[in-house]
């Protein structure tokens, strides 16, 4: 039995999709192996949203590299956003690589590997030429996954919704790298869901680069496209032209999910109907990640957001004007080119303005081939920093704020899973806040209701009131 090492770095798509190559290879006759030592077969899945990720990747890659000289049949491959975007860089900096594969070409993987070794036996132990580089495909086939499916055990899942993205944010590579925007047949999604649902899993994430334009192209060549289509979306049957609010509900009718949530929705279309829908569907958590990534008109028209400040806060008035009790969070870019200490301070106010429960920050990083990259990386590191630590002492502030405003109250948590001392559980509540309770029997995938007794960290703690 062939044995497989995967690692994977990135965001909560890359994890989704190292756990369906898992699935994939897993059903093609590969075994996990404990430790690269042990592999026949070492995948890295790769992020490029950073210089820094891409650096870890080479470093890693390099250092694995070693294995080969021991075993010269293993094949090492790099697959994800870097595979893409990075292609020849691999190849040159990396002689050992065998394989390069980028997102849209996750579900050939099987047949990559296969070909790899079919050309190493008929070249009788290998060569320099048996390199495979696969990163052509305009976006994945998202209706011609190959069977097979791997999941970490638990109580929550990922789901994927939609692959690529059609945006253009001039700092983001994304673009670049997972391709136009495909969305997945809604009845894929649905059997999923039921499958997930059976198999014990109580909270599912819907997954998408930018879920709010689910629907604008399906593998048949059906979907909204374009403005006109969102109008026609109003007349026509539900059923067959659906968009991503529409989409939410069709789950809520139609599975029995008790908890969904989705990641990641881009402010600009994020409408009145997708707020409606949040309001409609019990399943649906209140709670909603929308990365604004400047307070500054100045900046946010910079990096071709398509919204100002003001829009955006206006979203969030409608919003919780239809979900009172809503949990934001966001992500936050400092010093992007140009961006000034009027341009931060606009930042700061929207930030609290809001008032969210979380939001991730992060040091602007030039990545080449993007827009923003033809300007000067002008702020300096240490002023990155600086603005990096503010903003995380803000959200430490913000996130106090909310804890301290739920002591006393009584809130359902869905139990994940042991906490770290004997006889404690972890949860989280609908607005995803983490709470962990004492209770002498497992609770595991069990809903309760908790009263919050304290809070430290970013961890409530509470009092289990009953279980259902
Ligand atoms: N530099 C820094 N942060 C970036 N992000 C995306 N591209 C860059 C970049 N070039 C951040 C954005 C995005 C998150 C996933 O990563 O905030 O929402
Ligand atoms: Fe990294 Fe973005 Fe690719 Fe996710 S989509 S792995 S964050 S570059």
Redesign the pocket.
């Known amino acids: 039995m062939r044995k497989l090492w995967l690692s994977s770095y990135g965001?909560q798509m890359n994890e989704r999709d190292s756990e369906e190559v898992l699935g994939m290879l897993t059903a093609q006759g590969y075994e996990m192996a404990s430790e690269p030592e042990a592999a026949d077969v070492i995948l890295l899945n790769t992020c490029s949203?950073?210089q820094h990720a891409e650096e870890r990747a080479f470093g890693k890659m390099g250092e694995l590299s070693a294995l080969k000289k021991e075993r010269p049949k293993l094949i090492l491959g790099i697959i994800g956003c870097m595979a893409k975007l990075q292609q020849d860089a691999i190849f040159k900096r990396l002689p050992t690589v065998d394989l390069v594969a980028g997102p849209a070409e996750l579900y050939d993987l099987p047949y990559l590997l296969a070909e790899i070794q079919e050309q190493r036996q008929s070249m009788n132990g290998g060569s320099v030429n048996d390199r495979v580089m696969a990163v052509g495909r305009p976006f994945r086939p998202l209706h011609q996954r190959p069977p097979g499916d791997y999941r970490t055990p638990g109580v929550t899942a990922f789901v994927t919704i939609m692959e690529g993205c059609d945006k253009a944010?001039t700092?983001?590579?994304?673009p670049r790298t997972r391709g136009q925007e495909i969305s997945r047949p809604a009845q894929d999604i649905i059997e999923e869901i039921d499958r997930l649902v059976a198999a014990g899993y109580r909270e599912m994430t819907l997954l998408g680069q930018n879920v709010n334009s689910y629907g604008k192209r399906f593998p048949d060549g059906t979907g909204y496209k374009g403005p006109l289509g969102r109008l026609r979306l109003l007349e026509e049957d539900p059923e067959t032209l659906l968009d991503f609010p529409q989409l939410l509900r069709l789950i809520q009718r139609r599975t029995s999910v008790p908890r969904v949530r989705f990641t990641?929705s881009h402010p600009f279309d994020a409408t009145e109907r997708l707020f409606a829908a949040m309001r409609d569907c019990p399943s649906v958590c209140e709670s909603l990640h929308l990365?604004v990534?400047s307070g500054s008109d100045r900046i946010l028209r910079a990096m071709r957001r398509g919204y100002t400040a003001h829009a955006y806060l206006k979203k969030i008035e409608q919003l919780r004007r239809d979900v009172p009790d809503i949990s934001l969070s966001t992500?936050?870019?400092v010093g992007f080119p140009g961006e000034t200490d009027q341009d931060f301070d606009a930042t700061i106010r929207l930030m609290r303005d809001v008032g969210y429960d979380n939001a991730?920050v992060?040091?602007?990083?030039?990545?080449p081939g993007?827009d923003?990259a033809a300007r000067d990386d002008d702020v300096p590191h240490d002023v990155k920093e600086h603005r990096n630590q503010t903003l995380l002492a803000l959200q430490q502030d913000m996130l106090q704020r909310k804890q301290r405003s739920l002591l006393g109250t009584t809130t359902e948590l869905l139990i994940e899973g042991p906490g770290k001392r004997p006889q404690q559980w972890f949860g989280r509540t609908r607005g995803y806040l983490g709470a962990i309770i004492d209770h002498h029997e497992p609770l595991t995938g069990r809903f309760i209701h908790a009263r919050i007794t304290r809070y430290a960290g970013s961890t409530l703690f509470g009092e289990r009131t009953d279980v259902s």
């Open positions: 965001c949203v950073r944010c700092y983001c590579i994304v990641t990365p990534q992500d936050i870019i991730y992060f040091k602007y990083s030039p990545r993007t923003a």
